[in-house]
């Protein structure tokens, strides 16, 4: 079992950056792959970017590349989204998740994430 709790969301101009922080307890953090997932009002969750557990790759949505970099420490069982050049259309409630070792679904899906945190808001201001 594995619980998660983000921090870092809030208010922020257009240009601005942000770090989310995402703290996970449980045991073998190192051993799941974690996401960064973001709803807007009125919209579907969608894939902000994952890192790999096993070598820390990452991957990113096309909409967020160059702008955002995920990242983790184990030894703090801590995940980071830093967030730069920030626009009103990054405006969402951000969610991270946490990927068991078994589940082969895609990355960029809700479904291949087994546990989820409660979310904190980012809003984006023009």
């Known amino acids: 079992q594995v619980q998660l709790v983000e921090s870092g969301g809030g208010l922020v101009q257009a240009g601005g950056s942000l770090r989310l922080s995402c703290a996970a307890s449980?045991?073998?953090?190192?051993?799941?792959?974690m996401g960064w997932f973001r709803q807007a009002p009125g919209k579907r969750r969608e894939f902000v970017a994952t890192?790999?557990?096993?070598?820390?790759?990452?991957h990113y949505a096309d909409s967020v590349d160059g702008r955002f970099t995920i990242s983790r420490d184990n030894a703090k069982n801590m995940v980071y989204l830093q967030m730069n050049s920030l626009k009103p259309e990054d405006t969402a409630v951000y969610y991270c998740?946490?990927?068991?070792?078994?589940?082969?679904?895609?990355?960029?899906?809700?479904?291949?994430?087994?546990?989820w945190g409660q979310g904190t808001q980012v809003t984006v201001s023009s």
């Open positions: 449980g045991r073998a953090f190192s051993a799941y792959s």
């Open positions: 890192i790999v557990w096993s070598d820390s790759t990452t």
């Open positions: 998740a946490a990927s068991s070792p078994w589940n082969r679904s895609s990355y960029y899906t809700d479904e291949a994430y087994d546990y």
